[in-house]
């Protein structure tokens, strides 16, 4: 596991389980059987950091975000 | 709220009593009187309250110096979090946790009805430490009166330059953990919320907040007192000091007692009379803790070093004694269902995956069609996941179960318990009760 970088981050207080993020980006997001994100823990590869900010912009629930690790 | 709860003291401390360190007991010693002690009688055994003239980082140094950790199951660096709240902006706030929402669990009810003073003690020593000025017990129900009158005592006895205040706790599970104590204070409500922020950086109403087991604030007050070097003389050079422990299920006398970190499980349980039948396991910690066999868990040092190769930790100091002819099983899944009643509500994987678990581990244990397979996926997926500790911490304790009730998961599947029906070891608060305390 990567330990300096950029990570996605679920608030699962926030989170309904509307599920977006896992269709914008099904390389990090998957669902669990209940339909909630389980995100790879991680860094973000460089490639994928678009993708990352944009299933972060399209949560409804403000409840992705992504961090930036030290 | 009383429920299941033992209050039982343990016996008072005798040098030949089987099973007592040397240098102990530290926090609970042997009284004539009952009731809680006094402020004058706490005085004359321990001395006057540590002195606070000593600079910030001095004291902190003191702390990091004697290895005290937190006493409320987490085990986080005592001085780390002082520093942390002594660092950050804004006058900060002292939160003493005596919530202790953990059904058999009654070390700090114990602590808090025999020696509030040396809780008070360090609530008022780790308020100066981060330049506090205010510091809020927040308490059992079953103790408040004592500790609302312990503070009356001081206030009277201008012992304090800080603010004591008692609050009483919400009677839940998770009403205990750290934010959920904070937002309990400020809003009424006894919910974890979201990190970030941390509370050591905003807390209740936006101020740095320090929230600190009971227990912890006991052994503050006395590594205030007497220094490092003191404190670890008992312990293990790794995990120093003393804690309070809960022992109950099938010993002979219930009760809370006081060890050495590093104590054997097989000592603990003489200090609560030894096992009065035979013992098939213990839970360790706590109920998000790990049942761990008899045998290695009587051998092992109750540390984290010396549990890690069970996969548990001292957790909050309970033990219990599983007897054979109850089901590890059955005990699992009743306290999977109240772990799963007691979600608050507010986090999806934790809402459906622990009510999904606890509903298949209880299938499990009833002998009715059950997948296990299945079982270990969800507590895979809800591992880990959550804005607090409560599903992994339940996901721990289910996940031991399976392991050593291995054998017993292929007899349950194929209809046969070794238990019996209707005893129970590990007690959970009634509906009625929960209803009354999420209410209250």
Redesign the interface.
């Given at each position: 596991m990567t330990r300096f970088g950029t990570r996605l981050r679920?608030?699962?207080?926030?989170?309904?389980?509307r599920g977006l993020c896992a269709e914008v980006l099904p390389e990090l997001i998957e669902l669990?059987?209940?339909?909630?994100p389980?995100v790879r823990a991680d860094a973000v590869a460089p490639e994928l950091l678009d993708q990352a900010a944009e299933a972060v912009r399209l949560c409804p629930l403000l409840a992705l975000r992504l961090e930036t690790l030290h | 709220m009383t429920s299941g709860v033992c209050l039982a003291l343990g016996d008072p401390a005798g040098p030949e009593r089987k099973g007592a360190s040397p240098g102990l007991p530290r926090l609970l010693p042997a009284r004539s009187a009952g009731g809680p002690a006094s402020l004058a009688e706490h005085l004359a055994r321990h001395g006057p309250a540590a002195r606070t003239d000593r600079s910030r980082p001095d004291l902190i140094g003191e702390v990091a110096a004697a290895g005290l950790t937190g006493r409320g199951g987490a085990s986080f660096p005592t001085a780390r979090k002082l520093a942390a709240v002594a660092a950050g902006r804004g006058e900060p706030l002292v939160i003493a946790n005596g919530t202790e929402g953990e059904p058999a669990s009654a070390k700090d009810k114990v602590l808090l009805a025999r020696e509030p003073h040396l809780v008070l003690d360090g609530a008022a020593l780790a308020a100066a430490i981060v330049g506090a000025s205010d510091a809020v017990v927040v308490t059992h129900r079953a103790v408040s009166e004592i500790v609302a009158a312990a503070v009356e005592e001081r206030r009277a006895a201008r012992q304090d330059r800080v603010r004591l205040r008692v609050a009483i706790a919400a009677g839940t599970f998770v009403g205990g953990e750290a934010s959920a104590v904070a937002n309990w204070l400020q809003h009424g409500v006894a919910k974890?919320?979201?990190t970030p922020p941390r509370l050591a950086e905003r807390g209740v109403r936006g101020a740095p907040t320090l929230v600190q087991n009971v227990e912890t604030l006991a052994h503050l007050a006395l590594i205030g007192r007497h220094g490092a070097s003191w404190f670890r003389a008992v312990g293990t050079p790794a995990e120093p000091g003393s804690m309070l422990v809960t022992v109950t299920g099938a010993v002979r006398r219930p009760g809370v007692h006081e060890i050495a970190i590093g104590t054997r499980g097989s000592e603990i349980l003489d200090l609560a009379g030894g096992p009065a039948e035979p013992v098939r396991a213990l839970l360790l910690g706590g109920y998000f803790g790990s049942w761990a066999p008899a045998e290695a868990a009587m051998a092992a040092p109750f540390s984290a070093a010396g549990l890690a190769h069970l996969a548990a930790s001292p957790g909050a100091g309970l033990v219990v004694a599983l007897p054979f002819g109850i089901c590890g099983l059955a005990e699992t899944a009743r306290v999977a269902r109240y772990l799963a009643a007691e979600s608050a509500g507010?986090?999806?994987?934790?809402v459906?995956?622990l009510g999904?678990i606890a509903a298949e581990l209880s299938a499990l244990a009833a002998g009715r069609p059950a997948d296990v397979r299945l079982l270990r996926?969800?507590l895979g997926?809800?591992d880990g996941?959550?804005?607090c500790g409560h599903p992994t911490g339940a996901v721990r304790l289910i996940r031991s179960a399976l392991a050593v009730f291995s054998d017993e998961v292929v007899q349950h599947a194929d209809g046969w318990c070794c238990g019996t029906a209707g005893q129970a070891v590990l007690p959970v608060p009634s509906a009625a009760a929960m209803l009354k305390a999420a209410r209250s």
């Open positions: 679920v608030d699962f207080i926030a989170c309904g389980g669990d059987d209940w339909g909630f389980i | 974890p919320t979201a507010q986090c999806g994987p934790c459906f995956g999904s996926r969800w997926q809800v996941r959550g804005g």
